[in-house]
């Protein structure tokens, strides 16, 4: 089993940006689907933004245009590059991996604190 380790939080101003950082290993970038969630206090987890095998990604609709996930596939790293944050933004944030051909994500990460402060 891989390991799945994020950095990257911190404190931001509305509208600062931040980029998290989720070292992936034992994960292959060609079978494994990477993804980011957050989950804030006293709320549901909530999936952020998707990448599959083939570097398609997905976003959820209060992030479009503002978020952007991608992979380094040479240093086996998924990021989160996030602009443009408000508030409704603060959560943990964590990476997580599921094989492509299977539903549910089985591996995650420890999880990164964002916390953005109007």
């Known amino acids: 089993q891989g390991q799945l380790v994020e950095s990257g939080g911190g404190s931001v101003e509305t509208g600062g940006s931040l980029r998290l950082s989720c070292a992936t290993s034992?994960?292959?970038?060609?079978?494994?689907?990477l993804a980011w969630f957050r989950q804030a206090p006293g709320k549901e987890r909530e999936g952020v933004a998707g990448?599959?095998?083939?570097?398609?990604?997905t976003y959820r609709d209060s992030v479009k245009g503002r978020f952007s996930i991608f992979k380094d596939n040479t240093k086996n790293i998924l990021y989160l590059q996030m602009n443009s944050l408000t508030p409704e933004d603060t959560a943990m944030y964590y990476c997580?991996?599921?094989?492509?051909?299977?539903?549910?994500?089985?591996?995650w990460g420890q999880g990164t604190q964002v916390t953005v402060s109007s």
């Open positions: 997580a991996a599921r094989r492509c051909y299977s539903a549910e994500y089985q591996y």
């Open positions: 034992g994960y292959s970038s060609s079978t494994y689907c």
């Open positions: 990448i599959n095998a083939n570097g398609e990604d």
